[in-house]
């Protein structure tokens, strides 16, 4: 099973709203990451789980805040967003940050308005 | 210098024809190469996976590696209208978790 699963799959919010996207998967992985795809654009890679731990934040702003509450679990918690925030917002996870064979989700549609 | 580097297309082949993606990328150090497929407006599909010089073959997919000279490529034989798509290069440096994504071939096959 090389499933990940996104939740939910199209969210529209407010700019002075606060909300969350949730990622699961159970394929035993011990990374997982949170990406951002504008239009006609690669993924941009934003953080990196190893082991539950941050390790890596490619500089993202504040305002997307990542949480690993088990090896199972993603969450990115967005607050006070932008219009230009507006994207696909893709979850992966790999067997380990040295195996980085990634399976994504089939992510959320985010639109701030 | 775009460390992953893809011609953007589209690349237009008849339905049936082998199409043939390339990728080229500038670490050295590079070591696990993958090859993505995304439909528009859906997540990106894992399709290929290689590590090593040469040829791996899945079905109707054969990717190929070249590490001295710093490419990597993707045919696709019997191409079927289903297979048009962007078709994304990423790679990454051993021991290193961030994954480089080039910025796709959109590949069209034409019935």
């Known amino acids: 099973d090389t499933e990940v699963t996104q939740t939910p799959k199209h969210l529209v919010m407010g700019m002075t709203n606060k909300k969350s996207l949730k990622c699961e998967q159970h394929?035993?992985?011990?990374?997982m990451y949170w990406y951002k795809q504008k239009a006609k654009k690669p993924p941009e890679l934003m953080f990196v789980y190893s082991y539950e731990k941050l390790s890596i934040n490619e500089s993202v702003p504040s305002r997307f805040s990542p949480e690993c509450p088990n090896s199972s679990l993603l969450n990115l918690h967005l607050h006070a967003l932008q219009p230009e925030d507006s994207a696909l917002y893709l979850c992966a996870s790999s067997q380990d940050r040295v195996n980085t064979e990634a399976f994504f989700g089939q992510g959320t549609r985010l639109t701030v308005v | 210098q775009k460390e992953v580097e893809q011609n953007s297309g589209p690349l237009s082949v008849p339905e049936g024809a082998i199409a043939s993606l390339n990728c080229t990328y500038s670490?050295?150090?590079?070591?696990?190469f993958f090859w993505y497929r995304q439909y528009s407006g859906k997540s990106p599909e894992l399709i290929m996976s290689?590590?090593?010089?040469g040829d791996k073959e899945d079905g109707r997919f054969t990717a190929q590696l070249n590490k001295a000279s710093q490419y990597v490529s993707l045919l696709i034989r019997d191409s079927q209208p289903s297979d048009s798509a962007t078709y994304l290069c990423a790679v990454n440096v051993y021991g290193y978790q961030k994954v480089t994504f080039g910025t796709g071939t959109k590949l069209q096959v034409i019935p």
């Open positions: 290689i590590y090593s010089n």
């Open positions: 394929m035993g992985h011990r990374a």
């Open positions: 670490d050295r150090g590079s070591q696990s």
